[in-house]
C-alpha cells in the first residue's frame, strides 16, 4: 500500500498536464449513495430505466421526484470530504489542469476546485421542455426538498426538469468536447470512485491511454481499466488522497 502511495505522489509529481476523473465513490464518504455498490447503490433499488431516464420522466414526472427527493436531501446536506480538498489542493499547486466529474453534486466546486467539467450536468438549474425557460434550482430546491413542492414552470406550469443528464438523454456537446480535449493533452489521469461503467465516460480515460498518458485508478471495486493502469489502488480516496499530499509536501 505505501509502495502505491509513494508511486502515485511520483507520478503526480512528474506530470505536466494532469486530469483528475471523479464518479460516485468520492462522494460517498460526504453521505452520498453510488450506484452500483451490493445493497447501498441507487441502482441496486430502483431500476434507472423506471425512475431516471427521460422517459421516465416525461410519463411520471412526479415519480421521478419521488426519487430524486432523498437523494437531493443527501446532496443539500452533504459536504466535501477530504478527496475532494485534496483535488482542489492538487489543482491550485498547478499540478491538475481540470477536474472532470460524472457527479452532480457540486462538491468539486464547495471544495474550491476551479475547472470542472459537469459531464452529468448538475442540480444548478432546472428547464422546462414544453417552453425552454430556465430557473436557478436553488429556491426550487428547497421547497420541493422541504415541503415536497414539485418544481414548476413560471410561464406554462409544466413540471420543471433539473439540468442533469437522464437516461436516454446525450451528454452536453460542450461539457463532452472539454473534457475529450483535456484528456487528449493529458500526460496522467487519476481515477477516483468510479466504475468506469457508464458509456460514453467510461471512454475518456483510454483517450488518455492512447494519447501516451498513464493511468491511476482509485476505486474500492475493480474496473475493467485495472490491467491497463499504471496504478491501482482498491482503497477509498478519502483515506488515500490525503497521504499523497503529505508526500507531495515534504
Not at 150 to 161: A, F
Not at 166 to 195: H, P, R, T
Not at 219 to 240: M, Q
Request: charged share 20%; hydrophobic share 40%.
Amino acid at each position: 500500500m505505501k509502495q502505491k502511495i509513494a508511486k502515485i505522489a511520483k507520478y503526480i509529481f512528474s506530470s505536466k498536464t494532469m486530469v483528475v476523473f471523479t464518479g460516485a465513490g468520492i462522494s460517498t464518504p460526504s453521505g452520498i449513495p453510488d450506484f452500483r455498490s451490493m445493497h447501498t447503490g441507487l441502482w441496486t433499488c430502483n431500476d434507472p430505466m423506471q425512475v431516471a431516464s427521460l422517459t421516465s420522466f416525461i410519463r411520471s414526472p412526479l415519480s421521478f421526484y419521488e426519487w430524486l427527493r432523498p437523494l437531493a436531501m443527501k446532496i443539500k446536506q452533504a459536504k466535501p470530504n477530504s478527496a475532494h480538498f485534496c483535488v482542489s489542493y492538487l489543482e491550485q499547486k498547478g499540478y491538475v489542469q481540470a477536474v472532470i466529474t460524472q457527479n452532480i453534486d457540486g462538491l468539486h466546486q464547495q471544495a474550491k476546485s476551479k475547472k470542472v467539467i459537469e459531464l452529468h450536468g448538475s442540480l444548478t438549474n432546472m428547464t422546462c421542455l414544453a417552453c425552454q425557460t430556465k430557473e436557478s434550482i436553488s429556491t426550487l430546491m428547497d421547497k420541493f426538498i422541504y415541503s415536497n413542492i414539485i418544481p414548476r414552470c413560471p410561464h406554462c406550469d409544466r413540471v420543471l426538469k433539473p439540468d442533469i443528464t437522464l437516461y436516454e438523454e446525450s451528454l452536453s456537446q460542450d461539457a463532452w468536447f472539454q473534457a475529450e480535449s483535456y484528456c487528449k493533452n493529458s500526460d496522467l489521469m487519476l481515477v477516483i470512485g468510479s466504475s468506469l461503467e457508464v458509456y460514453p465516460a467510461n471512454q475518456l480515460p483510454t483517450i488518455t491511454l492512447d494519447s501516451g498518458g498513464k493511468l491511476i485508478i482509485i476505486n474500492n471495486s475493480p474496473t475493467h481499466l485495472d490491467p491497463l493502469a499504471d496504478v491501482v489502488l482498491h482503497s477509498d480516496a478519502a483515506e488515500i488522497l490525503p497521504q499523497v499530499v503529505t508526500l507531495l509536501t515534504k
